[in-house]
Structures are given as structure tokens and as C-alpha cells.
């Protein structure tokens, strides 16, 4: 069951216990577009290291095919310290995949 789903079944705001059920299966852009939704849901450190772990692993990243400035949004407007640092490595990582197709300048 996606997040998504999850919520519509809850039919409100989803809570600490919901959302850490959820994570284990998000992928990692879901993961980047709720870290204030987590804080404000009062998610666990451990889960919350776990996520921060994902989204700025280096092969995470690189697969997800996400421009640097859907990382750069998310360091922006994260909501909490304990998200300062992995949106801001993620974008490093997300910047040194990315190619540009201006003829091999």
C-alpha cells in the first residue's frame, strides 16, 4: 500500500505510527517530498536516520533520476535540523550525475 493510499484510508493527517509503517516502502523522492510532514507527525530519530540515510545515499540518488533542485527545495524548507544535512549531500550527489547536453562542453 502506497502512502498515499494509506492517508486516503485514514481519512486525516497521518500519525507517527502511520508514517513510520509507510517509510520502509517509500521511494526515495516520496521520502525527500515528506520530511516536514515526518517532523510534524513526530517521527522517531531512528527512523528519521534511517530516511536521511537513503535519500542521500550516492546509488539512491543516482537512481532516482531527480534534479538537483528537488533537493535544493527540500534542504530550503525542511523543517528541522535533523534534515540540514542529507538534502544538502543528496544535491551534491544529484549535481555530479547530471549531465548537461550542451555537446560535451
Known amino acids: ?10 481519512q486525516g493527517p497521518m500519525d507517527a505510527a502511520a508514517w ?26 531512528e527512523v528519521a536516520a ?6 542521500s545515499d550516492p546509488a539512491v540518488v543516482a537512481a532516482s ?9 527540500a534542504y530550503r524548507h525542511a523543517p528541522s535540523l535533523r534534515w540540514a544535512y542529507p538534502p544538502g549531500r543528496a544535491l ?4 555530479a550525475n547530471f549531465r548537461c547536453c550542451g555537446g560535451g562542453r
Not at 1 to 10: C, I, K, N, V, Y
Not at 50 to 55: E, F, S
Open 92 to 95: 551534491g550527489h544529484s549535481l
Open 65 to 73: 533520476w531527480q534534479f538537483p533542485f528537488r533537493y535544493l527545495a
Open 1 to 10: 500500500m502506497t502512502w498515499e493510499a494509506l492517508a486516503g484510508r485514514l
Open 20 to 45: 513510520e509503517a509507510a517509510i520502509p516502502s517509500m521511494g526515495a523522492m516520496a521520502l525527500v517530498r515528506n520530511l516536514r510532514n515526518f517532523d510534524e507527525a513526530g517521527v522517531s530519530d
Open 50 to 55: 534511517q530516511v536521511a540515510a537513503k535519500i
